[in-house]
């Protein structure tokens, strides 16, 4: 009778954190999908309300700007979508969510950015890490680490990776 009072508490216990885990990545998609909107939008308040107010931040090229303050990350994001990234849209698709406990999240999002009249290019341009923390019901992102990805730029090493890009992007081509 131990024994089965046990194993219906493990599989409760299970089955609760897999509701859980499926309603948190349903939030985190959110959050990915809410930025692409405000992106697309040019709303730099809209973006970065996704954003701890403190946080990290690292670019494609390399600017690395740690412990990060919404009103400057806003103005920021504010002035490239006025000036270098102005009539762009953004496609963002969720490839990996990992939960590193109850609270802390790392995420691996593909993404273009094009113009916008362009469709989304047959593979992603950049990819993203972030890790969100999950503060009462809402997930905010505290580290933001965006990355280009060379490989698809150069025809060697494509022939040379040993997973083929059509794997490696498997989830953007899905979306």
Known sequence: MKR???????????LINFAQSQEDEVAIKAVVEGM???WTNEDGTQYTQHFAEDHDVVTWFGMYRPHGQLKNTERIYQ??????????????VVDKIRFLDKETALIHVF???????EEKPEFPQVMWSGVLKKTGSF???????NVGLEILKNENMQ?????????????WMTE
Request: charged share 15%; net charge positive; aromatic share 10%.
């Open 139 to 145: 997930w905010k992102i505290i580290s933001f680490h």
């Open 111 to 117: 993404a273009a950015i094009v113009s916008d009249s």
């Open 4 to 14: 089965i009072i046990i194993v219906i508490a493990i599989n409760l216990i299970a």
């Open 159 to 171: 022939r040379s990776s040993p997973i083929p890009m059509k794997e490696m992007f498997a989830n």
């Open 36 to 38: 692409a909107t405000a």
């Open 79 to 92: 002035n490239i979508f006025s000036t270098v990234y102005k009539n762009t849209r953004q496609f963002a």
